[in-house]
């Protein structure tokens, strides 16, 4: 399985809810790796072109309305598989059929209040990381116990 880079975001909801860290914690515990991390409060112009492929969608302006309406703690993780094993760690976008273990399994109820963003493939991840983040903003380091692991 190749290192891969994923966007994660906790949306606005999480932030207001005390979730953030039972959030990074599922990450952290997992074995994936922190390589950026920043709050911030949206641009309209970020929600638009972050959310850009739902434009047509009805949801649209609740979405970008929603996104902007207070910080979000937006974040790049790195690992093997972290793109597809983000998603699985984050599970279905309505909450309601999101497995229980699942971030939004366990933590949320409302599709329009889904508590997470998580890139959703190869392409996106590499469009999200560079829409989100400066490269300066990106740490590369090697964990202490890469040593002693054995791959
Ligand atoms: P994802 O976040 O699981 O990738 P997407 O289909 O990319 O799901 O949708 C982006 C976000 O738009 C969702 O996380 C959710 O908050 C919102 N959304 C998606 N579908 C609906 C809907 O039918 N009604 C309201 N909001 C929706
Ligand atoms: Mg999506």
């Not at 039972?22 to 950026?36: S, V």
């Not at 072109?49 to 609740?62: A, M, T």
């Amino acid at each position: 399985m190749a290192i891969e880079r994923t966007f994660i975001a906790i949306k606005p909801d999480g932030v207001q809810r005390g979730l953030v860290g039972e959030i990074l914690g599922r990450f952290e515990r997992k074995g994936f790796k922190l390589i950026a991390l920043k709050q911030l409060t949206l641009s309209q112009e970020l929600a638009e072109q972050h959310y850009g492929v739902h434009r047509e969608r009805p949801f649209f302006s609740d979405l970008v309305k929603f996104i902007t309406s207070g910080p979000v703690v937006a974040m790049v993780w790195e690992g093997d598989g972290v793109i597809a094993g983000a998603r699985r760690l984050i599970g279905a976008t309505n909450p309601l059929e999101a497995e229980p273990g699942t971030i939004r399994g366990d933590l949320a109820v409302n599709i329009g209040r889904n508590v997470i963003h998580g890139s959703d493939g190869d392409e996106t991840a590499q469009f999200e990381i560079s829409l989100w983040f400066k490269s300066s903003e990106i740490n590369d380091w090697i964990p202490s116990d890469q040593g002693w692991r054995k791959e």
